[in-house]
């Protein structure tokens, strides 16, 4: 295989939908991985290095001196950035990690790095917490190693969120309005394998290189509500949930009130039709569709 690598990789959030099936799939290639965690315990409930083969590394990605060791004889990184989602301080505490991950790779220097970021980072304002996935690809820009920045479409995991309100009303709340609109979705699983064939391959590039990632076509909250229907074997229709009662809902399902906050803008730029692939951006594309996505929820 042209340009195929056969050194050790290191995922970092290897225990998360997108870490381990980029872990699972760079082992399934024959390469070495490091499974970086912040902590042992989650990670040997999880028993990933037991399944995959997988080092265990465990660090914090504030702490920067831990994440160099994690860097230590790798030639490459999977680096997903947590979005802090019960902070209080959500961006900021964003900063912090990034600042620290960047220091560990300059200074660790890996021959290439991919990094998880969000469509709408090109976005220079007004994206919520997008922000943070911006701000994140102008500091990693500075890096004088190959990166890529790996944009995903949101998650159609995050719809199982809905079942139980659906299974129970019929409904099924969206912040997506209209209900008719499409959107960019993706399956986590999938933004994982598309992480493990770049990292899996020397790159080709020396500088920046930005990939959008989502699935195989774009869905609405009506196909969204359809494919509950199908699971559920009851009615559900789509349902746009006033924009004055997102607040309440989103702090009420744990979201911290800024990180609540910063999904309102985001979602408001959204349904304005501002978050989509940069102009001529490169796209690749998921197999999974959203049916598929959810039926392995069993609800």
């Known amino acids: 295989m042209r340009g195929a690598m056969t050194s050790k990789i290191a995922v970092f959030g290897a225990t998360g939908k997108i870490g381990s099936t980029a872990a699972a799939d760079l082992r399934r290639r024959g390469l070495d991985v490091r499974a970086v965690v912040r902590n042992a315990t989650k990670e040997a409930a999880l028993s990933l290095p037991a399944n995959t083969g997988c080092e265990l590394f465990v660090a914090d990605l504030l702490d920067r001196d831990a994440t160099a060791r994690a860097l230590e004889s790798v030639d490459g990184a999977l680096f997903i950035c947590p979005p802090g989602a019960t902070s209080d301080d959500v961006l900021g505490h964003a900063q912090r990690i990034i600042d620290a991950t960047a220091e560990a790779i300059d200074a660790a220097r890996p021959a290439q790095v991919v990094v998880i970021s969000d469509y709408g980072a090109h976005v220079p304002s007004g994206t919520g917490v997008t922000l943070l996935f911006r701000a994140l690809e102008e500091r990693y820009r500075a890096l004088s190693v190959p990166i890529t920045f790996l944009r995903s479409a949101e998650h159609m995991q995050n719809w199982s969120r809905q079942a139980r309100i659906a299974r129970a009303r019929g409904v099924l709340p969206s912040l ?124």
Request: proline residues 6%; aromatic residues 6%; contains cysteine.
């Open 176 to 299: 997506h309005h209209p209900v008719t609109k499409t959107f960019p979705t993706v399956s986590a699983f999938d933004v994982g394998s598309v992480a493990a064939e770049l990292l899996a391959r020397e790159p080709a590039h020396r500088g920046v290189r930005v990939v959008h990632v989502e699935g195989p076509r774009r869905y609405c909250a009506v196909d969204v509500a359809q494919t509950f229907e199908h699971l559920l074997g009851r009615s559900v229709v789509a349902q746009a949930l006033p924009r004055a009662e997102w607040a309440s809902v989103l702090t009420g399902a744990g979201l911290s009130a800024d990180y609540a906050r910063l999904v309102t803008e985001l979602q408001d730029t959204h349904n304005a039709g501002g978050i989509d692939v940069e102009p001529d951006g490169e796209v690749l594309r998921g197999p999974t569709e959203l049916s598929d996505a959810l039926t392995a929820y069993r609800f």
